[in-house]
Every structure is written in C-alpha cells, then in structure tokens.
C-alpha cells in the first residue's frame, strides 16, 4: 500500500512540474532586464524632452496606436516627435511593466505608466495601461516595433 501511495506521489508531482513554466534562462533574464531597462529611458527621454533619445528606441517598421488617433509609423513619428517634444511638458513620468515575456527574438511587454504634464501652469496627472511588442534587432538589442497603450478614464 505504501509503495502505490509512493507511485502516485510521484505521478502527481512529475505532471505537476510538467504543467509548470519552465524556469526563464539567463539569456531570458537578461532580456527582460534589457526590456525593463528601455522603459526607464522612455520614461526619461519624454520627460527631459529627448526626441532623438525616444526615437532610438523604436524599430525603423515600428507602429504606435494611441486612441482616437490614427496609428503612427516610424517615419510619421519622426518627422512629427520634435515639435511634440517639448522640455518641461512633463513633469514626470513612470512606466511600470507588470508582465514582459520573450520568445526568441519576439517579446511583450504589459503593465501601466503615470504621467504628471504641466498645462496653463497647473499640474494634471493621469495613469494608463499599455501592451508593447518588441523585436530583436540584429545587433543583438531590443526596438519597440508596435505599441498600445491608453489613459484609464
């Protein structure tokens, strides 16, 4: 009796372990560190109204589509970022990834971002939610390539 109730531990724990996510690799860790790290460079580049430093980390075939505005490629948001640029527009600003998995040279990224914009003097803030796809370049980093994201309202 001893020795079946044994066994089937055993069965129950291997196909536990099986349907469990397999541990991330360090090259997956790294990746996901990467991707958390161009969020930080987002935040700050939109902040210090860094154009140049914020389109650098888009993918040259990259879309972003923001609510109730047409969807933007790359060179759409390059002949237009620098006049929406503007150095103290935004007074802060936090991006806050929840979930980031990556597959091969494919990844996404999920989570919320809060904003602090100076108009007419005054402070107004507002928080948002995104879901971000990004693509391994050839050299080995990593491009937004299409990007969602709206305010909660």
């Given at each position: 009796?001893k020795?079946?109730?044994?066994?089937?531990?055993?069965?129950?724990?291997?196909?536990?372990a099986?349907?469990?996510?397999?541990?991330?690799?360090?090259g997956e860790?790294?990746?996901?560190t990467?991707?958390?790290?161009?969020?930080?460079?987002?935040?700050?580049?939109?902040?210090?109204g860094?154009?140049?430093t914020?389109?650098?980390?888009?993918d040259?075939?990259?879309?972003?589509?923001s609510?109730?505005?047409?969807?933007?490629?790359?060179?759409?948001?390059?002949?237009?970022?620098?006049e929406r640029?503007a150095?103290?527009?935004r007074?802060?600003?936090?991006?806050?990834?929840?979930?980031t998995?990556?597959?091969?040279?494919?990844?996404?990224?999920r989570?919320?971002?809060?904003?602090?914009?100076?108009?007419?003097?005054?402070?107004?803030?507002?928080?948002?939610?995104?879901m971000t796809?990004?693509?391994?370049?050839?050299d080995?980093?990593?491009r937004?390539y299409r990007?969602?994201?709206?305010?909660?309202?």
């Amino acid at each position: 009796m001893k020795r079946f109730a044994y066994s089937a531990l055993a069965a129950t724990l291997i196909g536990a372990a099986a349907l469990m996510p397999a541990a991330a690799s360090a090259g997956e860790t790294e990746d996901v560190t990467t991707i958390h790290a161009i969020w930080d460079t987002y935040a700050a580049a939109r902040v210090a109204g860094d154009a140049e430093t914020w389109l650098a980390l888009w993918d040259t075939e990259s879309l972003k589509m923001s609510p109730g505005r047409p969807a933007e490629d790359h060179a759409t948001m390059a002949a237009r970022v620098r006049e929406r640029f503007a150095p103290g527009e935004r007074e802060s600003m936090t991006i806050a990834p929840h979930e980031t998995v990556v597959t091969g040279d494919w990844a996404y990224s999920r989570g919320t971002f809060t904003v602090t914009v100076l108009r007419d003097g005054q402070e107004v803030g507002f928080e948002g939610k995104f879901m971000t796809i990004l693509k391994r370049q050839s050299d080995g980093s990593w491009r937004i390539y299409r990007d969602f994201a709206n305010r909660n309202e």
